[in-house]
């Protein structure tokens, strides 16, 4: 089996697509949070014009930003284009290739979900947009992480983890994350499960704590420092979410009055969205490296008891195998 290189090329152009979608996310999230979905008539036409040709300058505040939030969303999909080529140019791995392939076609149907979601002017097509939106940046992520020196290096020189370590631990929490985002989609765009949403997010918080307990005690820096990251982002979306809450519904006993289309309160609400798919995001790709470290350590075990067969079989000193 042929180890897997470094291709340089590749990882950056993994990494331009994951970093070019994050602008995308916050104008989507932002046009979301200001209800501005509607403002530009037909897909995948502006007003019945081309979209590449129609103007932006001077254009009313709402269809500015869902047009930039469309024009963004092209350029994604020309980085998946290149993605693929590269990968299919350089990359030895079919796993690797497949994956460039799922993000292009990911992209693709992301799009194909926006612009449905306008022809059809359908909120639950616009939940479905943002929980997708979210998974597919996920992929993104993952791709770059496997891409990346690092995921390589690992794999030569792997550390010990005890037999069992944080799996089912870590099939569980990210699917926790995703569940605690489908409430805050179905709050985001119908206006329903307030309370269901806030009290998950201290269920999502235990368990990531639990998680960097785990990661802490492991002593492998690949987890400690990911799970770290994991846990002060997972603060920080409680205190962006308890900032949404006030800003959106007040705080009379601290003189906190909610004002309606406030910046505050769209800063904190997309915020809160964009700090959520970043969660989503770092809870995989912690779960994906506790999986890596497993199997490499399994492989490890398998070839060292090969070679203690082989090193057993070996006539001794007497010539007695």
């Not at 569980?172 to 997010?201: C, D, E, N, W």
Request: glycine content about 10%; some cysteine.
């Amino acid at each position: 089996m042929n180890q897997q290189q470094y291709h340089p090329w590749l990882f950056r152009i993994a990494l331009a697509t994951a970093v070019a979608t994050l602008p995308l996310m916050i104008m989507g999230g932002h046009v979301t949070t200001e209800g501005y979905g509607m403002a530009v008539d037909g897909w995948p036409s502006s007003d019945g014009q081309n979209m590449f040709t129609y103007p932006i300058f001077g254009l009313p505040t709402d269809k500015f930003f869902e047009h930039v939030h469309r024009l963004l969303g092209t350029l994604v999909g020309f980085l998946s284009i290149v993605l693929v080529i590269v990968a299919f140019k350089v990359e030895q791995q079919k796993w690797i290739r497949n994956i460039c392939i799922a993000v292009l076609v990911c992209v693709i149907i992301q799009g194909i979900l926006g612009g449905t979601r306008v022809t059809e002017n359908s909120k639950a097509l616009a939940m479905a947009h943002g929980l997708f939106g979210a998974c597919v940046f996920t992929l993104m992520a993952f791709l770059t992480m496997v891409t990346g020196k690092r995921w390589i290096a690992i794999g030569n020189d792997p550390p010990a983890l005890p037999a069992g370590y944080g799996r089912r631990l870590a099939i569980t929490v990210p699917l926790v994350v995703l569940f605690q985002y489908f409430l805050g989609g179905f709050l985001r765009h119908f206006k329903i499960g307030l309370h269901p949403h806030m009290s998950f997010a201290f269920v999502v918080l235990i368990f990531v704590i639990i998680e960097f307990r785990s990661a802490r005690k492991s002593g492998v820096k690949w987890l400690k420092r990911p799970a770290m990251g994991m846990l002060h982002i997972g603060i920080f979306q409680i205190l962006l979410g308890i900032g949404a809450w006030m800003t959106t519904f007040g705080l009379p006993a601290a003189g906190i009055v909610a004002e309606i289309g406030s910046w505050q309160q769209s800063l904190f609400r997309t915020a809160h969205l964009i700090t959520g798919i970043l969660f989503l995001m770092t809870t995989t790709l912690y779960s994906i490296r506790v999986f890596r470290l497993h199997q490499l350590n399994k492989t490890n075990n398998i070839q060292s008891g090969q070679t203690l067969s082989a090193t057993d079989s070996l006539p001794n000193a007497e010539g007695n195998a």
